[in-house]
């Protein structure tokens, strides 16, 4: 959608348009097109009024009832935080005696708003004048929140009075391509960084691809997962991470959310290796992304099944408390070598006609196999593809 489209839908009779418009429905949106252009609207305006809802109703997997009154676009619907992932970075500010924020790259306004949800002051700045022109419209519920167009990067911030800094930088080119350089970054990666010399409470939101030798030393380096899917990094420094340096993993599950930092008397960086056991545990994406699957090792008081593979295996089930939502632990029925015959036979044997299909460690596309096996019978089934000991193998578990 260009911006002559977002100025119209920015006129009175344009959000008259889009707040009327049904739940958006693939099916129905061209009819409604059809017939709203018969009705005499201008095409422009029907076309940008249907994009906004199709945004709209993909938003709310992020920002929930918030979507239905704000505007998007494609590119800062991608980047926008998750509501619940910037409730947490709000809650960071808030704790740490932070009263006034100043956003440097505030994009659509997720962040902003859940920072003045905690009642916080916040500047918003973003480079762009249509998303700052947007970001000024979903937050003009919120008089504690300033949006200007500007290069946050640029602002005198101890002139403006924040006590607190935060920046989301871009990670993709115009064309849409990710960047994994930081000097890349819009605003580059240093840039942001060097702020903290001016305002110490610094939190930045990156991609959780970021390699461990690119850390910061002085951060506390938390990966994020919401619902299974690790979906940031988060970088915080000073009062914001008052446990000082480190590396964190957040793990938002069912409405709750679990830390975890390494144990002091925990091994994270080698922890044992041996044969498969009665159990095995298949630790959160973040808890992977942030190297602690030996902290989840030492805390069931198991071992990994192979020195390069982030799946740990005990003898005995532990508490539940230990591991739960840390990690999902499976009871393991079977150790086979891989072979598709040998599983198309096993499997058939079993009436297994159902297949949950796990893999690590493999070349193997489960899409794929399941085809291969052509499995007939009422039984359902999960198989774990993985190495053990430089092997490939396939568990047969079952979910605790």
């Known amino acids: ?30 009819p409604i097109a059809e017939r709203l252009q018969k009705e005499g609207l201008d095409p422009a305006l029907v076309a940008a009024a249907l994009t906004q809802s199709r945004l709209r109703a993909k938003a709310h997997a992020k920002l929930g009832e918030f979507a239905e009154d704000m ?16 409730a947490h970075h709000a809650r960071r500010y808030r704790d740490a005696g932070c009263t006034y924020v100043a956003d440097l790259t505030c994009g659509l306004g997720a962040d902003a708003l859940a920072l003045a949800g905690v009642g916080l002051r916040v500047l918003a700045t973003d480079v762009d004048e249509t998303t700052a022109a947007l970001a000024t419209v979903n937050l003009r519920a919120f008089p504690e929140v300033q949006v200007r167009m500007a290069d946050g990067t640029a602002l005198d ?5 924040v006590d607190g800094v935060y920046a989301d930088p871009a990670r993709r080119t115009g064309s849409g391509r990710r960047v994994f350089d930081p000097s890349a970054y819009g605003p580059p990666l240093d840039a942001v960084l060097a ?25 506390e380096a938390q990966w994020v997962s919401s619902d299974g899917e690790v979906v940031e990094l988060g970088l915080w420094f000073g009062p914001l991470a008052p446990d000082g340096p480190g590396r964190t993993a957040l793990v938002l599950r069912d409405g709750a959310a679990h830390t975890l930092r390494a144990d002091p008397d925990g091994d994270d960086d080698a922890p044992p290796v041996g044969p498969v056991g009665g159990y095995l545990y298949e630790p959160d994406g973040a808890v992977i992304r942030a190297g602690l699957v030996g902290t989840v090792a030492h805390r069931v008081r198991g071992r990994l099944i192979d020195p390069t593979i982030a799946y740990v295996t005990s003898d005995a089930l532990a508490d539940r408390t230990a591991w739960h939502p840390l990690a999902t632990a499976y009871r393991v029925l079977d150790d086979l070598p891989f072979g598709l015959k040998r599983l198309r036979s096993y499997l058939r044997e079993r009436g297994v006609g159902r297949l949950t299909i796990k893999k690590r460690g493999t070349a193997v596309v489960p899409e794929t196999l399941r085809r291969q096996l052509d499995l007939r019978g009422p039984a359902e089934g999960t198989v774990v593809l993985t190495r053990v000991a430089g092997q490939q193998r396939v568990l047969v578990v079952e979910p605790v």
């Open 1 to 30: 959608m260009d911006d002559a489209g977002l100025v119209k839908l920015l006129q009175p009779e344009g959000w008259a348009l889009l707040q009327a418009l049904p739940p958006y429905d693939e099916r129905l949106a061209m």
């Open 157 to 161: 911030l101890a002139a403006e009075g």
């Open 71 to 86: 505007l998007f676009t494609v590119a800062g619907l991608e980047q926008a935080t998750r509501l619940e992932v910037a």
């Open 195 to 219: 702020t903290r010399d001016v305002v110490p409470a610094l939190g930045l939101k990156l991609g959780p691809g970021l390699a461990h030798r690119d850390l910061p030393v002085d951060a």
